[in-house]
């Protein structure tokens, strides 16, 4: 009887998504417990079988293709619910440790590097991630991270920073748009963000905060931010990042910013934690926000 479905081989696609998810093979092989040179053939032979490349290869490492960052964004989702899925019918007593919400833009850029730092002083304690950029459902995390105003009287709740939004864009975007001030900008190419359920600042709030004009160049709108800062990267057009996230970014040169302007979030990122959080949950979550307060890792 034929599948009903078409499939790679799940070895090839959790390479692959590791991999995304680490934006290197090295990382990626440590994680899943196997040598660079498995992953790497692993993730060539899917690129074979799709017919497409998934990753640029760079001299400091790999980067997404934008159909490389469509399949991670699929994949996240489609192991997010069968993770769901083992969760609901596994035992209580074979449960993850910590279970921690996240977008992926605050999974790649900041959580994980956090979680790292984690383990070197408890290294008892699990942390495992649900990352999605839609709503998760109610009850899965002990914790999650949210951007936005902290609802008002919510017991749990916790700051973790406040930075700035700043215009990025590839080294060579303003050059070739002719931007050099906020009016340039505006008529230049501009990636927006179109998710449901966030509450994120939006280039036309962006814009006038600085007294610049309207946005009136190409729309390019996606749903996930690590698909906008992919596709700027790639010269499509520029985005609006939050410094405490693409803090990498911008020092590996990977992006810049086209102009000079820079605009105080108008909201924190901030922890929420569920009522039943366990106390390994809540140690977790006293580690993360002192980390911060102390202008710790990230």
Avoid at 8 to 23: G, K, Q, Y
Avoid at 91 to 117: C, M, Y
Avoid at 155 to 176: C, K, M, N, Q, S
């Amino acid at each position: 009887m034929p599948r009903p479905y078409d499939l790679p081989s799940l070895t090839a696609l959790s390479c692959f998504e590791a991999a995304a998810r680490h934006l290197g093979f090295k990382s990626a092989a440590r994680e899943l417990n196997v040598t660079p040179a498995a992953v790497s053939h692993q993730i060539k032979a899917l690129e074979a079988d799709l017919g497409v490349r998934l990753f640029r290869r760079q001299h400091r490492g790999v980067e997404l293709t934008e159909t490389g960052a469509y399949l991670f964004v699929a994949l996240q989702r489609g192991f997010e619910g069968i993770s769901e899925a083992v969760r609901d019918v596994r035992a209580p007593a074979e449960a993850e440790d910590v279970i921690v919400q996240a977008t992926t833009a605050v999974s790649a850029f900041w959580l994980t590097p956090q979680i790292a730092q984690f383990w070197k002083s408890h290294p008892e304690i699990v942390v495992s991630q649900i990352v999605s950029d839609a709503a998760a459902p109610a009850g899965r995390a002990d914790l999650a991270i949210h951007y936005g105003p902290p609802p008002a009287g919510e017991a749990g709740v916790r700051l973790l920073f406040h930075d700035e939004i700043v215009a990025v864009a590839a080294p060579g975007f303003a050059a070739e748009h002719g931007v050099a001030d906020l009016a340039g900008l505006a008529a230049a190419p501009l990636i927006h963000m179109a998710a449901e359920d966030t509450d994120w600042t939006g280039w036309p709030d962006w814009l006038a905060a600085l007294g610049g004009p309207a946005p009136s160049g190409r729309r390019i709108a996606v749903n996930n931010h690590m698909i906008a800062l992919q596709l700027a990267r790639d010269g499509a057009g520029a985005v609006l990042g939050w410094t405490g996230l693409i803090g990498p970014l911008l020092e590996g040169g990977a992006l810049v910013s086209p102009v000079p302007e820079r605009l105080a979030s108008p909201h924190p990122f901030h922890l929420r934690t569920h009522p039943r959080a366990s106390a390994k949950a809540l140690a977790f979550r006293d580690w993360l926000v002192a980390a911060q307060a102390e202008g710790g890792p990230g």
